[in-house]
T-cell receptor
Framework: AQKVTQAQTEISVVEKEDVTLDCVYE???????LFWYKQPPSGELVFLIR??????QNEISGRYSWNFQKSTSSFNFTITASQVVDSAVYFC????????????FGAGTRLFVKA | NAGVTQTPKFQVLKTGQSMTLQCAQD?????MYWYRQDPGMGLRLIYY???????DKGEVPNGYNVSRLNKREFSLRLESAAPSQTSVYFC?????????????FGEGSWLTVV
């Protein structure tokens, strides 16, 4: 069975602090994709990044970076110099090559960035 | 730049009433999905349609039915609403057949069953 665990329910930081959101996944599939989505207070779900299981290169996009480590089944998300606009719920998700390509989501981490 | 559009955005139902959530996408995607979001539980898949003419159950299908009306539209019906179905519902779509295809979501429908 596939599973995504986001152990941090809520995180609160002060603006300009760095923050890392943890994501641990379980799958027996050899090929899979991992995703991060952002849900701001307005409620929509915004796609942030996709990473396949064969590509362990870390990725950086502006203040956002992602660390994929297959050895620990983790796909962590770091925001550098956080801003109030980063306040949102962040979801990690997994899709494997069995089970009809269904995407499984973690429970989400709510990030509060205080000015 | 509509993407995935779902209606209504807000709805209050009485227990036992029925309603249909409508969803349409303009990205020419083959696959469409309905998720529900509950506090502390993330997003759970209710039903999905891998392609026009097919539908399959997800993690939590009980109490729901779906119709893939055409390639663009995928509706979710609650035949007899229950308070346990109070949730935020998201419709989504993606290309078919590629494992890495990204799912794109609508803005959500807030449903309260009293």
């Amino acid at each position: 069975a596939q599973k995504v665990t986001q152990a941090q329910t809520e995180i609160s930081v002060v603006e300009k602090e760095d923050v890392t959101l943890d994501c641990v996944y379980e799958t027996r599939d050899t090929t899979y994709y991992l995703f991060w989505y952002k849900q701001p207070p307005s409620g929509e779900l915004v796609f942030l990044i996709r990473r396949n299981s064969f590509d362990e290169q870390n990725e950086i996009s502006g203040r956002y970076s992602w660390n994929f480590q297959k050895s620990t089944s983790s796909f962590n998300f770091t925001i550098t110099a956080s801003q109030v606009v980063d306040s949102a719920v962040y979801f990690c998700a997994l899709r494997g090559n069995t089970g009809g390509f269904k995407t499984i989501f973690g429970a989400g981490t709510r990030l509060f960035v205080k000015a | 730049n509509a993407g995935v559009t779902q209606t209504p955005k807000f709805q209050v139902l009485k227990t036992g009433q029925s309603m249909t959530l409508q969803c349409a996408q303009d990205m020419n995607h083959n696959s469409m999905y309905w998720y529900r979001q509950d506090p502390g539980m993330g997003l759970r898949l209710i039903y999905y349609s891998a392609s026009e003419g097919t539908t399959d159950k997800g993690e939590v299908p009980n109490g729901y039915n779906v119709s893939r009306l055409n390639k663009r539209e995928f509706s979710l019906r609650l035949e007899s609403a229950a308070p346990s179905q109070t949730s935020v519902y998201f419709c989504a779509s993606s290309e078919m057949g590629q494992l890495g295809n990204t799912i794109y979501f609508g803005e959500g429908s807030w449903l309260t069953v009293v």
